[in-house]
Antibody, heavy 118, light 111 residues
Framework: EVQLVESGGGLVQPGGSLRLSCAAS????????MAWVRQAPGKGLEWVAN????????THVDSVRGRFTISRDNPKNSVYLQMNSLRVEDTAVYYC???????????WGQGTLVTVSS | QSVLTQPPSVSGAPGQRVTISCTGS?????????VHWYQQLPGIAPKLLIY???NRPSGVPDRFSGSKSGTSASLAITGLQAEDEADYYC???????????FGTGTKVTVL
């Protein structure tokens, strides 16, 4: 059974940093593009970033570019999202998902809540 | 940053058919990029419902179907059931933004 488990969320002050992790099991992460998707409270879904199998290609949505960085460690079957210079509007549940091609997210984690507030 | 527009809500009685539209542009759906659809029950991660415009993953009932034409796509639910009450999102790629985008989301209510 495929499982993606996110961790690292929490309460942080504006301007602070957090590193989210996504651990995969029952799933060979190294064969998939991976992605982070977020959902602000009561709002819709937003694609945040994705990363190619070998880490050689990455894309980030405009709203986080220069502040967030997606990375991966295939031997550890894990994907990460380093979030710096956090803003109140980054408050959301952050989901880890695979990118099975053309953004197709077959598998999702349970999400981790990031709250940016003073 | 939603560039895919969906109706905020649709509703129907049990057994009825409802459709959800997803309107994009010439840089997204109209450019030929595929559309995926997700179902999200309250407090739970989204679930893939339709991929590449018309395809159902294993385990998704054939009551759900997808279509695409021009700059729009649609999700149809036939034989509406109480368990279908959820939020639904379309997704595609936008070449002007160089990123995948989701629709604004539609809440389906079973009357």
């Amino acid at each position: 059974e495929v499982q993606l488990v996110e961790s690292g969320g929490g309460l942080v002050q504006p301007g602070g940093s957090l590193r989210l992790s996504c651990a995969a099991s029952g799933f060979t992460l190294s064969t998939h593009w991976m992605a982070w998707v977020r959902q602000a409270p009561g709002k819709g879904l937003e694609w945040v970033a994705n990363i190619k199998q070998d880490g050689s290609e990455k894309t980030h949505v405009d709203s986080v570019r220069g502040r967030f960085t997606i990375s991966r460690d295939n031997p550890k079957n894990s994907v990460y999202l380093q979030m710096n210079s956090l803003r109140v509007e980054d408050t959301a549940v952050y989901y880890c998902a695979n990118d099975g091609g053309y953004g197709r997210a077959d598998y999702w984690g349970q999400g981790t809540l990031v709250t940016v507030s003073s | 940053q939603s560039v895919l527009t969906q109706p905020p809500s649709v509703s129907g009685a049990p057994g009825q058919r409802v459709t959800i539209s997803c309107t994009g542009s010439s840089s997204s759906i109209g450019a030929g990029y595929v559309v995926h659809w997700y179902q999200q029950l309250p407090g739970i991660a989204p679930k893939l419902l339709i991929y590449a415009n018309t395809n159902r993953p294993s385990g998704v009932p054939d009551r759900f179907s997808g279509s695409k034409s021009g700059t729009s796509a649609s999700l149809a639910i036939t034989g509406l059931q109480a368990e279908d009450e959820a939020d639904y999102y379309c997704q595609s790629y936008d070449s002007s933004l160089s990123v995948y985008v989701f629709g604004t989301g539609t809440k389906v209510t079973v009357l």
